[in-house]
Every structure is written in structure tokens, then in C-alpha cells.
Nanobody, 115 residues
Framework: QVQLVESGGGLVQPGGSLRLSCVAS????????MAWYRHSPGKERELVAG???????NYADSAKGRFTISRHNAKNTVFLQMNSLKPADTAVYYCRAWLAPRMYWGQGTQVTVSS
């Protein structure tokens, strides 16, 4: 069993930055693939960025060039550095861990980009 706890969300002005963290409990973190998703009202939950157990990454087009996903296996943590934030980035951001057939979600952290 893996539990995921996100933190780092908040209110930020357009153009600002935030760094989200997701800490995982349990064993075997380095074997899990990790990702950040977001969900805003009226929209479907969407993938923002993923980082796999081998360190490879992928990003949604909306995140490329602005967001960076990273992981620190010794600290069981995955990060999402978000720069040049826009109002359209406002959403609840969720951390996901998976290693087939297991999959886990965090409870989410709210990010609001507004002046």
C-alpha cells in the first residue's frame, strides 16, 4: 500500500512560480512511475507531467517549457516546478503512482493563479 501526500499549492499571481511536492509512504518508491495530473471545474482530469522509474519524462503540451517534473528516490518524493503560471493553470493538482497492477492517487492540492 502506498499513500501519497501533496503539498505546495496556493495562490500565486500570473507569471509567478510554485513548487509542488508529493511524498509517498511505503516501500519501493523508486520502482513506481509517478505523474502529476490536474482537474479544473468543467474539464476532465488531464496529465500534466510524468516521470518514470528510469527517469524519463513526458509533458503535456501546455506544460512544456514552463513545468519541470523531478524525483528524489531517497526521499520518496516527486516534485513539479511550475514557472510562468497562467490563470489557465488554476486547478487541483493530483499526484499519481503506478506500477502495474497497482495504482494510487493523492488527495490533491489547490493551485490558484490570479491577480
Amino acid at each position: 500500500q502506498v499513500q501519497l501526500v501533496e503539498s505546495g499549492g496556493g495562490l500565486v499571481q500570473p507569471g509567478g512560480s510554485l513548487r509542488l511536492s508529493c511524498v509517498a509512504s511505503g516501500r519501493g518508491f523508486s520502482s513506481y512511475h509517478m505523474a502529476w495530473y490536474r482537474h479544473s471545474p468543467g474539464k476532465e482530469r488531464e496529465l500534466v507531467a510524468g516521470i518514470y522509474s528510469d527517469g524519463s519524462t513526458n509533458y503535456a503540451d501546455s506544460a512544456k517549457g514552463r513545468f519541470t517534473i523531478s524525483r528524489h528516490n531517497a526521499k520518496n518524493t516527486v516534485f513539479l516546478q511550475m514557472n510562468s503560471l497562467k490563470p489557465a493553470d488554476t486547478a487541483v493538482y493530483y499526484c499519481r503512482a503506478w506500477l502495474a497492477p497497482r495504482m494510487y492517487w493523492g488527495q490533491g492540492t489547490q493551485v490558484t493563479v490570479s491577480s
